[in-house]
C-alpha cells in the first residue's frame, strides 16, 4: 500500500534504497531538525510521485508551545523561507483552505496574522519608522464549495492584477504518522494541488499555471485513518491487515487540533513576516499585526 501523505519526506522514508534522481541532506538548528529532498529529473520525480523541485521538512517543538519572537522554531522556517524566494519583489500570499472547518483552517487564520504592506506608501512607512516595507499582499481566497470558483482561477487572477514577483500559498496537508502532526512544517518550490492529501484534487496551483514563482508553505494536520491503521499495524508485524471499506473516507486529527492550528497560524505566520522584513525586528511585527 502506498502511504496517502502530502510530505516528500515520508515517501523518502518508504523507499529501502535511494530513489534515483532524488538528492537528500539532512542538517539541525538548534531544535529544529531540516531535511532537504531535491526531485531533480523526471526519472526521479517517478520514482518518489512528486513534481521536479525542492522539498524542505522542517520537525520542530510542538505547536501547542508558545511562540517566543527569539524561537528556534521560527528561525529555521524563516531560513528555509529566504532561500527560495526572490530577494526583492512584490510577494501575494494565499491562505488556502475553509476557516470553518479546524484541521482545514491554517490558510485563513495565517493570513489574518500576516503584514499586508503595498497599499503602505514609501513616504508613510519611512514617517512611522519602518523604513522600506516589501510590497505584500495577503487574500483568503476560500474554497470552491462556497466561492464556485477553483482557487487556482481567484489567485491567477490577482496574480494578473498585482503582478507580484512570487507567490507563497499556506495549506494545511496530510501525513502519514499521527507523531508528525502539529511538529512540522514542509516547504516546496513545485507548489501545490489543493485537497490532495484528502482525496478531493482541485487545479495545480504552479510555476506553469500562475506565471510566477510558487512556494506552498504546508503543516501536516491530518492522517488519513486506512494510511495510519496500515502503518501502526505493519510496525506490529501484523500480515495481511484487513479495514472496513467505510474506513477509506475517514481523516484522524488531534483533539487538541484548535490549539494546533492556532498557535501553527502564529508560527507560520510571524516566520513569513520576518522573512519578508527582515529589517523589521519580531517584536514590532508582532506588535504591528
Do not use: W
Request: charged share 20%; with cysteine.
Amino acid at each position: 500500500m502506498n502511504p496517502r501523505t502530502d510530505l516528500a519526506l515520508e515517501v523518502h522514508e518508504t523507499s529501502p534504497s535511494p530513489y534515483p534522481g532524488v538528492d537528500c541532506e539532512e542538517l539541525s538548528l538548534e531544535s529544529a531538525k531540516i531535511t532537504r529532498i531535491q526531485v531533480m529529473n523526471q526519472q526521479g520525480s517517478q520514482a518518489i510521485g512528486k513534481p521536479i523541485g525542492n522539498y524542505i521538512t522542517i520537525e520542530v517543538p510542538p505547536f501547542s508551545d508558545e511562540t517566543a519572537a527569539d524561537d528556534t522554531r521560527r528561525s529555521a522556517i524563516t531560513v528555509e523561507l529566504k532561500r527560495m524566494l526572490p530577494e526583492t519583489g512584490a510577494i501575494l500570499i494565499a491562505g488556502l483552505g475553509n476557516d470553518r472547518i479546524t484541521p482545514d483552517a491554517l490558510g485563513p487564520q495565517t493570513v489574518e496574522r500576516l503584514l499586508a504592506t503595498r497599499h503602505i506608501s514609501k513616504e508613510l512607512s519611512q514617517s512611522l519608522g519602518l523604513g522600506e516595507l516589501r510590497p505584500v499582499s495577503v487574500i483568503a481566497p476560500g474554497v470552491l464549495g462556497k466561492t464556485g470558483i477553483e482557487t487556482a482561477e481567484l489567485i491567477k487572477g490577482v496574480v494578473d492584477q498585482v503582478s507580484p514577483a512570487a507567490v507563497i500559498v499556506i495549506d494545511a496537508l496530510a501525513s502519514r504518522r499521527l507523531s508528525r502532526l502539529g511538529c512540522t512544517v514542509q516547504l516546496c518550490d513545485a507548489g501545490i494541488i489543493p485537497g490532495s492529501g484528502v482525496g478531493n484534487q482541485r487545479q495545480e496551483i504552479n510555476q506553469h499555471t500562475l506565471g510566477v514563482p510558487v512556494v506552498a508553505l504546508g503543516v501536516p494536520t491530518v492522517v488519513d485513518v486506512v494510511t495510519l491503521a496500515n502503518d501502526l499495524l505493519t510496525q506490529n508485524d501484523s500480515a495481511n491487515p484487513s479495514l472496513p471499506q467505510e474506513s477509506s473516507h475517514m481523516m484522524v486529527t488531534p483533539r487538541e487540533i484548535d490549539t494546533v492550528i492556532a498557535h501553527a497560524a502564529d508560527l507560520v505566520a510571524l516566520s513569513i513576516n520576518c522573512a519578508l522584513h527582515p529589517h523589521l525586528s519580531p517584536e514590532l511585527i508582532t506588535a504591528l499585526v
